[in-house]
């Protein structure tokens, strides 16, 4: 199937808002005092070396990274995110934190059905 000139322009578009909003919630990490510090601690310990405060931190940044991702399904669902896209950027998020996903409460029971079933889906995939 090919795509006309703006199906191709709303591919880019979404693409480009995806690389945006990524850019900017990985700079935003970056910047924090805290995000660097609990990253050595999961590192080093895993999810029980968390403080209290330091776990419902890591729970909000995982929440939003699964909605996310949520969003960039539903993008890929709709025919808005090309193939290759879907395959590197969204599969490897999902293999990255979704093992996380089921450590904490990220209010992943929230998140779209179909995007809760293609995450186990992927889980399921040799890498």
């Known amino acids: ?54 776990l419902v931190r890591f729970q909000l940044q995982q929440t939003a990274m699964a909605a996310r991702l949520d969003m960039l399904y539903l993008q890929y669902q709709e025919g808005f995110l090309s193939e290759e896209t879907y395959e590197s950027t969204f599969k490897g998020a999902v293999r990255l934190y979704a093992p996380l996903w089921k450590q904490i409460d990220t209010y992943y029971e929230l998140r779209r059905e179909s995007f809760r079933d293609e995450v186990e889906r992927i889980l399921q995939e040799q890498p």
């Open 1 to 54: 199937m090919e795509l006309n000139q703006s199906q191709r322009i709303a591919i880019v578009q979404s693409q480009q808002d995806w690389t945006a909003i990524f850019n900017e919630s990985m700079s935003a990490a970056v910047n924090s005092p805290y995000a660097p510090l609990i990253q050595a601690k999961l590192a080093e310990g895993g999810i029980e070396s968390l403080s209290n405060e330091e």
